[in-house]
């Protein structure tokens, strides 16, 4: 599985921002490391094409956090991923990821 996060600092229209729901994803994998030693994270820009993303999901569909799952991963598939246009199944939704990995990696739940 690919997760795809926008880069930590990015530049729209002359202002520096970073992405508050990136960094939610990055902080659950920071105190739980077992995600990230089992997820490849790709970082990608602001400015759309977002890296190969777009490969993965179609042009319409460049947000980030967005998790791609691995053709034929079951797991959680219906209760979490959605179907893109070019057929793969993935996770779009900050919250629902992190439901995913804490289901996923048998993490405790949130409290």
Do not use: W
């Amino acid at each position: 599985m690919i997760l795809y996060l926008l880069k930590r600092d990015f530049n729209d229209g002359g202002k520096k921002y970073f992405c508050p729901y990136c960094m939610k994803v990055e902080g659950l994998m920071a105190m739980f490391p077992e995600i990230r030693h089992n997820v490849e994270v790709r970082y990608v820009d602001f400015q759309k094409p977002r890296g190969d993303l777009p490969v993965f999901l179609g042009e319409t569909n460049q947000v980030c956090p967005n998790l791609v799952l691995n053709e034929g991963d079951q797991f959680g598939s219906e209760k979490f991923s959605v179907s893109a246009s070019t057929g793969m199944r993935h996770i779009d939704k900050t919250d629902e990821i992190i439901q995913y990995f804490i289901e996923r990696f048998d993490l405790p739940e949130k409290h």
